[in-house]
């Protein structure tokens, strides 16, 4: 069974100072590993995709790393529009769904 | 239309009656899915199409739980003689290919009182 753990629950940060979430996973069979950005009453939005390690790819302030194991999704110089829940989810194997963690709570403080 | 479209945006449903949740995928996408949000959680799968064909839906909770997308487009999930664990938000997602990133809609949050 996809099992997607996500650190830390919430994370508080000022605005300008950098940090890194955390996706670990276990899968069969890599197809992908999604990151989304989800804002409080809308649905997830989509971000990112990895397919295999070593891969990174970048967006504005945000960059995201796959291995074998984890992802990470790091901010930089994160400012107050960039709070959100950053969810991370994973395709496998046959399954055509994704499996999704329980999300980082982003709060930046200005 | 430019997104997922879903309604209503909020449903309340007094306990035991049926509800009809909509979703109008991207055009063109021919994977749609259904899932579950609980408060805090992430979301949580129901079901697949691919065009008109149910091709998995492992994660429907139980026999109440319908969905149908007739005609390879619009979907439909119902739900008949609702309880107070179905309240949560209902999330589509439609996607060009399964392996293809899928864009969710705004999803429609459920409640039985």
């Known amino acids: 069974e996809d099992q997607v753990t996500q650190s830390p629950e919430a994370l508080r940060l000022q605005e300008g100072e950098s940090s890194s979430l955390n996706c670990s996973y276990t899968v069969s069979g890599l197809r992908g590993l999604f990151w989304y950005r989800q804002d409080p009453g809308k649905g997830p939005e989509f971000l990112f995709t990895l397919y295999s390690a070593g891969e990174e790819k970048e967006k504005e302030r945000l960059k995201a790393t796959l291995t074998k194991k984890e992802s990470f999704l790091h901010i930089t110089a994160p400012k107050p529009e960039d709070s959100a829940t950053y969810l991370c989810?994973?395709?496998?194997?046959?399954?055509?769904?994704?499996?999704f963690g329980s999300g980082t709570q982003l709060t930046v403080l200005p | 239309g430019a997104g997922v479209s879903q309604s209503p945006r909020y449903k309340v449903a007094k306990r035991g009656q049926d509800v009809a949740l909509r979703c109008d995928p991207i055009?063109?996408?021919?994977?749609l899915f259904w899932y579950q949000q609980a408060l805090g959680q992430g979301p949580e799968f129901l079901t697949y199409f691919q065009n008109e064909a149910q091709l998995d839906k492992s994660g429907l909770p139980s026999d109440r739980f319908f969905a149908e997308r007739p005609e390879g487009s619009v979907s439909t999930l119902k739900i008949q003689r609702t309880q107070q664990e179905d309240s949560a938000v209902y999330l589509c997602?439609?996607?060009?290919?399964?392996?293809?990133?899928?864009?969710f809609g705004q999803g429609t949050r459920l409640t039985v009182v």
């Open positions: 989810a994973v395709g496998s194997g046959s399954a055509r769904q994704l499996t």
């Open positions: 055009s063109g996408h021919v994977s």
């Open positions: 997602a439609s996607s060009t290919h399964r392996d293809t990133e899928a864009f």
